[in-house]
T-cell receptor, first 114, second 114 residues
Framework: AQSVTQLDSQVPVFEEAPVELRCNYS??????LFWYVQYPNQGLQLLLK??????LVKGINGFEAEFNKSQTSFHLRKPSVHISDTAEYFC????????????FGSGTRLLVRP | NAGVTQTPKFQVLKTGQSMTLQCAQD?????MSWYRQDPGMGLRLIHY???????DQGEVPNGYNVSRSTTEDFPLRLLSAAPSQTSVYFC?????????????FGEGSRLTVL
């Protein structure tokens, strides 16, 4: 069965420190991969996406992610976080079969402390 | 740009009451969907539609009805609310096909069922 796993439910980090949010997926078909961010009391917005090409993709607000097909991972990274990065981050995949089903992970709450 | 608009933002219901959550988008998107968000469970798909007149069930459809009479609107109906339906509901839309995979979300509707 297809699934998306975000192992860390919460990641606390100090301001200006680097951070990595982990995402692994399981699928029998090819996928497109996404990271969404949800700020408090708001809807989700797209952070970045991988469709094809270079496995390192850059998104908004200084975030980047690397697609690793052999490890079926799509980890999100930022070299130096700000207080304003405090939010919930969701990894998601679209199945590249006739369903184009979108599957979300359970989310990781990034808590940036001063 | 209005994007995806949801109303109401907040609602309190008593068990057994009915209500409709409204969703409208102005991007001419064919695909529209409803998710519910619960702590630790990420987003779960309730119902979706790939175009006017076409709807289908998602992961957690029980207790909810939808219809799609126009491209713009996709209301979600709770016919007899239950406390288990206390949640935050998000409407989202996207262009047709996986290459237009970015979902655009509304700001959410927080529903409490007493």
């Amino acid at each position: 069965a297809q699934s998306v796993t975000q192992l860390d439910s919460q990641v606390p980090v100090f301001e200006e420190a680097p951070v990595e949010l982990r995402c692994n997926y399981s699928s029998s078909v090819s996928v497109y991969l996404f990271w969404y961010v949800q700020y408090p009391n708001q809807g989700l917005q797209l952070l970045l996406k991988y469709l094809s090409g270079s496995t390192l993709v850059k998104g908004i607000n200084g975030f980047e992610a690397e697609f690793n097909k052999s490890q079926t991972s799509f980890h999100l990274r930022k070299p130096s976080v700000h207080i304003s990065d405090t939010a919930e981050y969701f990894c998601a995949v679209i199945l590249m079969d006739s369903s184009y089903k979108l599957i979300f992970g359970s989310g990781t709450r990034l808590l940036v402390r001063p | 740009n209005a994007g995806v608009t949801q109303t109401p933002k907040f609602q309190v219901l008593k068990t057994g009451q009915s209500m409709t959550l409204q969703c409208a988008q102005d991007m001419n998107h064919e695909y529209m969907s409803w998710y519910r968000q619960d702590p630790g469970m990420g987003l779960r798909l309730i119902h979706y539609s790939v175009g006017a007149g076409i709807t289908d069930q998602g992961e957690v459809p029980n207790g909810y009805n939808v219809s799609r009479s126009t491209t713009e609107d996709f209301p979600l109906r709770l016919l007899s609310a239950a406390p288990s339906q206390t949640s935050v509901y998000f409407c989202a839309s996207r262009g047709q096909g996986a290459l237009a995979g970015e979902l655009f979300f509304g700001e959410g509707s927080r529903l409490t069922v007493l």
